[in-house]
């Protein structure tokens, strides 16, 4: 990593409440075509969430703690704040001398904008602000929001706007809060009603309606240099597992979560 930043560009992407059995089964089943073919080998990594739900997981991965590799660790962390006794600070470990990965890059000469997408992120209020007031820009509308149908194309539009406006020389870190996967995403099916509600089949439309738009997000970053991408979710959600719904809970669907780091190279339009 210490041969990246500040080389390429970087985006980070966190597919609010993606499941990491459906983002496995939609990729091995061709459901997620544009997604799938940047995965390292066409698959999603499992891996277990820094926390079970939105605020405290974007809280930890932004210091750092990335989803955690489903196997015993200590597992080599992409980017670390410096901290003595760190066993998951390594040697190619990006290290920054500030209490989060947004500021890190910042003193480095990045451009930090955030894209929000679910509550935490629309800035209605202080809790709402803590986020995205980590970067140097942000923004929400009410179209990126979870109630939007066209949420994610909102939101690559305003990235678009965002990279065109930036000099060329500028280096940039993207953060983008994907909200069409959390709830309500009944109206990603076609053929579904607000009656019937959410279910694993609204979930997993709404990531194959991610899907069909991901590659512009993808091109537009890499238009200006090479971008380095993470791509995944901040925790899963339950739909009736073991009696179980919704998140912040324990359960092993809201702990396990699909994970991807690859390049994104100028030129490249899969």
Known sequence: MNEIVGQDDLLFVTLDTLR?????ASAAAGRTPN???????????RRHAPGSFT?????AMFAGFLPT?????????LFAARFDGSESTAERTFVHDTPDLVSGLAAVGYRTVCIGGVGFFNRKGPLASVLPGLFQESHWEPEFGVTSPVSFEAQIDRAEEVIAGLPQEQRLFLFVNVSALHQ????????ADRGAGDS???HTAALEYVDRHAGRLFGAMSSRRRCFAVVC???????????????RLGHEVVWTVPYAHF??????TR
């Open 20 to 24: 990491y059995d459906v983002a496995a």
């Open 35 to 45: 997604l799938t073919a940047r995965l390292p080998g066409g698959r999603w990594e």
């Open 55 to 59: 605020y405290a997981s974007h809280q």
């Open 69 to 77: 590799p489903a196997t015993q660790g200590p597992h080599p962390r």
């Open 184 to 191: 309500p995403n009944w109206f990603h099916l076609p053929g």
């Open 200 to 202: 694993l089949a609204t």
């Open 233 to 247: 979710s901040d925790h899963g959600t339950a739909y009736g597992d073991d009696g179980w719904s919704g998140h």
């Open 263 to 268: 390049f994104l190279n100028p030129g490249d």
